[in-house]
């Protein structure tokens, strides 16, 4: 599996106590996969993401990151596993006001020391996969709300990462925009073998996944296998 959570358990101080915010979870993504995580707020979601994304360390359990485990690396060799093998996109784009789409990936690829020329195709051709060549050159502002998530996507993808993490991509969206984003998910997923775990509140996203789990309390249990619409 590119992505697996072994028997991770996760708490956090809580007054006297200790709260538990990942009990006992275990999961695993393949390449060319999309796994849905749906559930209410508060029950771990965002808990099980930042685990994934080796942001946080679980109090016990594996996390491993195409063919690493995450506990053994060292301080900078765990970031260059984020830099290298994982791209997240987060609820909100946050793009750089001043930069245009095409240099917010850029800048994403000078980060690990790639070259110029390599960076600018790299560029240019995710920017071409999500549909907005015509429009590198323009800053957030001068993008709709879907196409700064189309970009916040491409970013992500910049580094060809074998892990893409997605925190609710269509919480600012309208339908429309919002099932857009989801298919264009769902169709990088297969074309790149990324090992895709989207979380979400939109059940319009279950139409694009492969498998879906639901967290409740913590813990987390099958939902089923999408069907399709």
Do not use: W
């Not at 708490?11 to 796994?35: C, E, K």
């Amino acid at each position: 599996m590119t992505l697996l959570l072994d028997d991770i358990t996760l708490t956090y101080p809580d007054g006297d106590g200790r709260l538990t915010a990942l009990d006992r979870v275990s999961l695993d993504v393949s390449a060319g996969s999309l796994t849905a995580v749906v559930g209410p707020s508060g029950s771990g979601k965002s808990s099980l993401l930042a685990v994934a994304a080796t942001l946080v360390t679980p109090d016990s359990g594996r996390v491993v990151v195409d063919g690493a485990e995450a506990r053994t690396l060292s301080r900078s060799d765990a970031a260059r596993l984020r830099r290298r093998a994982i791209g997240i996109v987060f609820q909100q784009p946050n793009l750089l006001p001043s930069l245009t789409a095409l240099e917010q990936l850029q800048v994403m690829a000078h980060l690990d020391g790639r070259r110029p020329r390599e960076v600018l195709s790299a560029a240019e051709e995710l920017l071409d996969a999500v549909g907005l060549a015509a429009q590198a050159h323009r800053r957030p502002h001068q993008l709709s709300g879907g196409q700064r998530q189309r970009v916040n996507i491409a970013r992500a993808l910049m580094n060809a990462p074998r892990v893409l993490l997605v925190d609710e991509p269509t919480s600012a969206l309208d339908h429309e925009r919002g099932a857009a984003v989801l298919e264009l998910l769902g169709a990088l997923t297969r074309e790149r073998g990324t090992a895709t775990v989207l979380v979400t509140h939109d059940r319009g996203a279950l139409g694009v996944a492969d498998r879906v789990v639901e967290m409740v309390d913590g813990r987390l249990t099958e939902a089923g296998v999408p069907t399709g619409p």
